[in-house]
């Protein structure tokens, strides 16, 4: 049975856990050849997604409804994220090292993250949309905020065109590894700071871009 604790000692060492499906109460470890990573602070984001976070109505929230995020992340058709995965990112959550963000618009529900944290690396677990640019806002708001709380690295697992076209490229696993431990040896806090309005946040990608 995997506790939080073995979890823990697994991210560290590059391996994480999946679930064939939801229904398969099953875990098996992974650990990729090649690891997707995103850039801290320097998220690529399209004019387009520029203009709409101009445009206003969009707020991030840092841990409001850690589980309802979890569980807006796992309600799709296919996914690996199955109850006792669930239960373990809960207890991780409780503990401090996992953490979400969740994204409205107009005060709606938009989009979000959830993602497990050691020292200064964060381990991206998975995001969700409900409209669209949902989840690229919570991509733009999590590597800002990343970039505040000290953060070394930002895993996204797995590299899909979806997270390529906003700056994610892979690394292989021998590098990866030396990264994670550099990473991981680093005191970063994600609650250090608090999340910035999207004014603060336009200025920001606007002016290091």
């Not at 203009?51 to 841990?63: C, F, K, V």
Request: charged share 20%; net charge neutral.
């Amino acid at each position: 049975m995997i506790g939080p604790a073995r979890l823990l000692e697994s991210y560290a060492r590059g391996v994480f856990p999946m679930a064939d499906s939801a229904e398969d109460d099953r875990l098996f470890w992974v650990d990729p050849p090649m690891r997707g990573v995103l850039p801290i602070g320097g998220i690529h984001a399209s004019r387009s997604l520029l203009r709409d976070l101009r445009r206003g109505g969009w707020t991030a929230h840092l841990d409001c409804d850690f589980d309802a995020v979890v569980e807006a992340c796992a309600a799709r058709e296919t996914t690996w994220i199955n109850g006792p995965l669930r239960q373990l990112y809960h207890q991780l959550h409780r503990a401090g090292h996992a953490h979400a963000i969740e994204i409205r618009h107009d005060g709606a529900r938009a989009g979000g993250l959830f993602g497990v944290t050691i020292g200064g690396a964060f381990f991206g677990e998975s995001m969700f949309s409900t409209r669209r640019s949902g989840s690229r806002m919570a991509l733009l708001w999590t590597s800002s905020h990343l970039k505040r709380c000290g953060f070394r690295l930002f895993d996204t697992q797995f590299l899909t065109p979806h997270l390529a076209s906003m700056g994610g490229y892979e690394i292989p696993r021998p590098q990866y590894h030396a990264l994670l431990r550099e990473a991981i040896a680093l005191p970063a806090d994600f609650r250090l700071h608090p999340l910035p309005e999207a004014d603060q946040l336009w200025q920001e990608i606007t002016q290091t871009s």
